[in-house]
T-cell receptor
Framework: SAVISQKPSRDICQRGTSLTIQCQVD?????MFWYRQQPGQSLTLIAT?????????ESGFVIDKFPISRPNLTFSTLTVSNMSPEDSSIYLC???????????FGQGTRLTVV | KQEVTQIPAALSVPEGENLVLNCSFT??????LQWFRQDPGKGLTSLLL?????REQTSGRLNASLDKSSGRSTLYIAASQPGDSATYLC??????????FGKGTRLSVIA
């Protein structure tokens, strides 16, 4: 398994501000992903965080809105920029030690934008 | 495009009952299938991973089966307990692409 520490666990933010979410893994992993889960919905992939290079974003998500860093094989950050109430969701970090192996998730960040 | 469907969307059962959650997928060319549990407002906990070459996996009171050719998986929970109340998600891995998730089944086990 993988132990993932995701911070903060929850936050209430003013519209127009930005929040950076951190994901720390207890050991090196190849794959790291960021998901969004809007209220009552399933998970939607935002991007794949690539170590040492720019993240790969899914359709509908852009780097200016969701900049991602991945400086090494155990750590990544997701920033939600210029927030609006529509950004209120749970944001989840996920890892796979190697491609196509078991996926593990952090405990999520519950974001409310007011 | 792969689509994953979970039925029922919600289920309420009395404590002690055995139950089955269903997951179906449209493209049988999958690499693996994973079942997760999610408590309200929390992250996902991995329950079972079934590789495409496997038929089932077991962990404690949980048993997951996979019929790749028919595009179906089931999660069997034996002797359900109130602590099993959560949303159960299945996700399909297609190899070097992100997991595709179903919308989940919300389970309530009544004491």
């Amino acid at each position: 398994s993988a132990v993932i520490s995701q911070k903060p666990s929850r936050d209430i933010c003013q519209r127009g501000t930005s929040l950076t979410i951190q994901c720390q893994v207890d050991s090196q992993v190849t794959m790291m992903f960021w998901y969004r889960q809007q209220p009552g919905q399933s998970l939607t992939l935002i991007a794949t965080a690539n170590q040492g290079s720019e993240a790969t974003y899914e359709s509908g998500f852009v780097i200016d809105k969701f900049p991602i860093s991945r400086p090494n094989l155990t750590f990544s950050t997701l920033t939600v920029s210029n927030m609006s109430p529509e950004d209120s969701s749970i944001y989840l970090c996920s890892v796979e030690r190697q491609p196509n192996t078991e996926a593990f998730f952090g405990q999520g960040t519950r974001l409310t934008v007011v | 495009k792969q689509e994953v469907t979970q039925i029922p969307a919600a289920l309420s059962v009395p404590e002690g009952e055995n139950l089955v959650l269903n997951c179906s997928f449209t493209d049988s060319a999958i690499y693996n299938l994973q079942w997760f549990r999610q408590d309200p407002g929390k992250g996902l906990t991995s329950l079972l991973l079934i590789q495409s070459s496997q038929r089932e996996q077991t962990s404690g009171r949980l048993n997951a089966s996979l019929d790749k050719s028919s595009g179906r998986s089931t999660l069997y929970i034996a002797a359900s307990q109130p602590g099993d109340s959560a949303t159960y998600l299945c996700a399909v891995g297609e190899g070097n692409t992100p997991l595709v998730f179903g919308k989940g089944t919300r389970l309530s086990v009544i004491a």
